[in-house]
């Protein structure tokens, strides 16, 4: 549906797409993949009216005569493991059999009336303390509401599960506290205390198993039905997943063969670009899943820089991307945003792993890009059923495998268990790993540093698994973030650059470990366009203010330089175009000269006034004491507190979140005690109150 529109939607309409002959769909190269529908879900008019609760909305449909209890997932995920993990949620409820399911994000059920449902479930992560980009309207939605408010929640259970990460230490946990109070404030009933995980540590699983079995306790489920459920949910899950590709013997006639990773996303996008433009309303649920969140291939502008001195036992990239897609953002990107890069398993580990279950890298492989929404629980026996919805593209099997699972991650207790239980082969070999997997002391010291290419390779010939099964049980490749270094204004919007830290150690079994996304953007050539990724706006206020004028104190030790150097060249073409410039204090970290990044740059924006003041701090020069960048705040109190006590002034920080961002909120803390005059307590009220924003990353 469209929301604001009050238009009546068609409910359960059936139709066909073919090309028209002359039109937009009717070209040679998208002749053979322009998907068809065998099974669609309804298309529903553009301007349906939203649903008065989420239940009468698109996914829950009763499959028995008998009266049936609501449930509710709702999720609120940036990166996607709150999503995978309110689809897991849902599944399970669902084998319960007792309940029809609905799954939404937060956003969603800020606009409909949760009050309906019999039982709220939700799984979020917070950054930074804030909610994640589809979580934002949901607590004001619980406060400002007319059906919202407090009390209106009574007759509703709910339950909370929160992912964060404890090096975060000051806002761990903080937004999924903020929902299950606001819940427990509006009258729900807690089936069970607030679930959290800790994505610093290393039981994510068993947190969240341990959370679910308490929770099928809540709702009515004997230990025994509740384990029943979870297998059932789980089987569930992996055919829907293990469908969606398939090893064929050959590709259909006058279908394409994709060659790249890149040509096949390229393919892909454009589908979905004709459809949404003149073949499927926009509001159908299965188009609207595949063009969400889209990434693209990426141009390589210029070759890499190196930043660093060579021998110095650091490696930092200069990397310049172009992209390749216009959007509906105006300029493309922001200095502050980030962009997104899928990397790709390194060729050694997708022949060891192919190698292993006995595949030709060449190999066509039917991807069913539009199989199966986490919108379709049903209920028992039918929980999550698969949906062909789209033709499938053809690609390569060392594409499947190079770009879906991570090769390179240790597999964990659970997924050798998985592998134990649905391979086929060798008894003995199967019995070993399941062995392997229950025994917690032997499969740490023995798994250590152990990738999952690595672990199939030892069974080479002796566990057999389909590729769709093996993809569906590895953990799924995982984005990687990079701060933009750049400025739209300069030298134009659709190029960026990058500032990489390339990663390679050797691991406990001998193999060279170079960092997935590191060495591919280190290694790119020009003109390449085999780098995946898109453009993520920050939400956080993570960006150059809109007051020229207003002071700026930026913090951004190691790569966390990169952002300050875009909100630097975003300064210096405000400067060129006649605007009036603040005061802009930064302070830098480094070992030694030999890896101060951006150095020249630097010393010139110091020299032009894009800079008003540099300080950098070297921890590793040979006979001086060691200076971290709190240091240099604390020593620079008077300046760094003439541009605080200003109430325009923004405060930004980069860099590690373990020590370096506590460290440096304390000293900016010092600083307004010390050179304000302050108390302590006063201080820690000021800083709080200030336009203090941080991106920090797990170190």
Same mark, same amino acid.
């Given at each position: 549906?469209?929301k604001g529109?009050a238009?009546p ?10 090309a028209?002959?002359?039109?937009p /769909? ?7 993949s322009?998907?068809?529908f065998s ?16 239940? +009468?909305?698109?996914?829950t449909?009763p ?10 997932v709702l ?11 309110a689809? +897991?949620?849902?599944?399970?409820v669902?084998?319960h059999?007792?309940f029809s399911?609905?799954?939404a ?8 009336n949760? *009050?309906?449902t019999?039982?709220?479930?939700v ?26 408010k407090k009390?209106? /929640? ?13 090096q ?10 903020e929902?299950? /109070?606001a ?19 290393t039981t994510? @699983?068993d ?11 809540a709702l009515?489920?004997?230990s025994t039905?509740?384990?029943?459920a979870?297998?059932?949910?789980e089987?569930?899950r992996l055919? @829907?997943e293990a ?5 064929? !013997? ?14 096949a ?6 589908i979905?670009d ?7 309303d926009?509001?159908d649920?299965?188009?609207k899943e595949?063009?969400k969140?889209?990434i693209h ?5 210029q ?9 110095c036992g ?6 310049t ?11 493309a990107?922001?200095?502050? =945003?980030?962009?997104? %890069? ?5 060729s050694?580990?997708v022949?060891? *792993?192919?190698d292993a279950?006995? %595949?030709?890298p ?11 929404t986490r ?11 698969t949906?062909?919805?789209? @033709? ?6 060392? !594409?499947?495998?190079g770009?879906?699972?991570?090769l390179?991650?240790?597999?964990s207790?659970?997924c050798?268990?998985k592998?134990?239980?649905?391979a086929s ?18 499969f740490?010291?023995?798994?250590? !540093?152990?990738?999952?290419?690595e ?8 566990v ?13 490749? *995982?984005p ?11 030298p ?5 650059t ?6 390679s ?7 060279v470990?170079?960092?997935l ?5 280190? =290694?790119a ?21 809109e =007051? ?8 951004g ?17 405000? $400067? ?9 204090v930064?302070?830098?970290?480094? $070992?030694?000269?030999?890896d101060?990044?951006y150095?020249?740059e ?14 950098v701090? /070297?921890?590793?020069t040979s006979?001086?004491?060691k200076?971290?960048?709190q240091?240099?705040i604390?020593?620079?109190?008077? +300046?760094?507190?003439s ?14 979140? $373990? ?16 050179a304000g005059?302050?108390?302590v307590?006063?201080a820690?009220?000021f ?13």
């Amino acid at each position: 549906y469209e929301k604001g529109t009050a238009s009546p939607s068609a409910k359960d309409l059936v139709f066909e797409v073919k090309a028209r002959p002359g039109g937009p /769909l009717d070209t040679p190269h998208l002749a053979a993949s322009t998907p068809s529908f065998s099974e669609p879900a309804a298309v529903r008019n553009a301007a349906s009216p939203p649903p008065s609760s989420l239940q +009468e909305s698109k996914t829950t449909t009763p499959t028995s005569g008998e009266a049936r209890r609501k449930a509710t997932v709702l999720f609120g995920s940036n990166a996607g493991a709150s999503e995978q993990m309110a689809n +897991e949620i849902a599944r399970f409820v669902a084998a319960h059999g007792e309940f029809s399911v609905n799954v939404a994000t937060l956003d969603e059920a800020a606009t409909t009336n949760i *009050a309906a449902t019999d039982v709220l479930l939700v799984a979020t992560s917070t950054y930074n303390g804030m909610p994640p980009d589809n979580a934002k309207a949901f607590l004001p939605s619980l406060s400002v509401s007319e059906k919202i408010k407090k009390g209106s /929640l009574e007759g509703v259970s709910f339950a909370v599960f929160g992912l964060g990460n404890s090096q975060w230490h000051t806002t761990y946990m903080q937004y999924p506290r903020e929902v299950d /109070l606001a819940l427990q404030e509006a009258g729900a009933t807690r089936l069970v205390d607030m679930g959290a995980a800790d994505m610093d540590g290393t039981t994510v @699983e068993d947190s969240f198993e341990a959370w679910l079995s308490s929770l099928g306790t809540a709702l009515g489920a004997s230990s025994t039905e509740g384990v029943a459920a979870a297998l059932e949910a789980e089987s569930a899950r992996l055919e @829907e997943e293990a469908s969606k590709l398939q090893v064929v !013997d050959e590709v259909p006639k006058g279908r394409i063969l994709f060659e790249t990773a890149a040509d096949a996303l390229a393919g892909a996008n454009e589908i979905i670009d004709k459809l949404l433009a003149k073949g499927v309303d926009a509001s159908d649920e299965v188009i609207k899943e595949l063009a969400k969140d889209r990434i693209h291939p990426l141009r390589v502008h210029q070759a890499p820089r190196e930043l660093c001195t060579p021998g110095c036992g650091r490696s930092v990239s200069h990397v310049t991307l172009q992209l390749t897609t216009k959007t509906d953002q105006e300029p493309a990107y922001r200095a502050g =945003d980030h962009l997104e %890069i899928l990397p790709c398993n390194s060729s050694d580990l997708v022949s060891m *792993a192919l190698d292993a279950l006995g %595949i030709a890298p060449e190999a066509p492989v039917a991807w069913h890009l539009g199989r199966g929404t986490r919108r379709q629980a049903r209920g028992a026996h039918q929980a999550f059923a698969t949906k062909p919805v789209l @033709e499938p593209l053809y690609i390569k099997a060392r !594409d499947v495998m190079g770009f879906f699972p991570d090769l390179a991650a240790p597999p964990s207790k659970k997924c050798v268990a998985k592998i134990a239980e649905h391979a086929s082969g060798c008894p003995k070999a199967i019995a070993e790993l399941a062995a392997l997997s229950k025994d917690a002391e032997r499969f740490s010291a023995t798994m250590a !540093d152990v990738s999952l290419a690595e672990l199939l390779a030892r069974y080479r010939g002796r566990v057999q698994l389909d590729l769709g099964l093996f993809v569906a049980l590895a953990k799924p490749m *995982a984005p990687r973030f990079y701060s933009i270094s750049s400025s739209p204004s300069s030298p134009s919007d659709d190029v960026l650059t990058l500032t990489v830290a390339r990663v390679s150690y050797v691991t406990k079994t001998g193999r060279v470990h170079r960092g997935l996304a590191s060495s591919l953007l280190g =290694d790119a050539q020009p003109g390449e366009g085999n780098i995946l990724g898109a453009v993520r706006r920050m939400t956080s206020g993570f960006c150059v203010p809109e =007051d020229a004028s207003a002071p700026l104190l930026l913090v951004g030790p190691g790569t966390g330089l990169a952002p300050m150097m875009a909100f630097l060249h975003e300064r210096r073409a405000r $400067r060129a175009s006649g605007e009036t410039l603040g005061k802009a204090v930064l302070f830098f970290g480094c $070992r030694s000269d030999d890896d101060y990044l951006y150095k020249d740059e630097l010393a010139g924006m110091l020299k032009d006034g894009t800079l008003t003041s540099l300080h950098v701090a /070297l921890s590793r020069t040979s006979g001086v004491q060691k200076v971290y960048v709190q240091d240099l705040i604390a020593a620079n109190a008077k +300046e760094v507190w003439s541009l605080m006590r200003d109430p325009s002034c923004r405060v930004f920080v980069c860099g590690d979140a $373990r020590s370096m961002a506590p460290s440096v909120r304390r000293a900016f803390i010092d600083a307004a005690h010390s050179a304000g005059g302050m108390s302590v307590s006063s201080a820690e009220s000021f800083v709080g109150s200030m336009t203090y924003i941080e991106d920090v990353w797990a170190g």
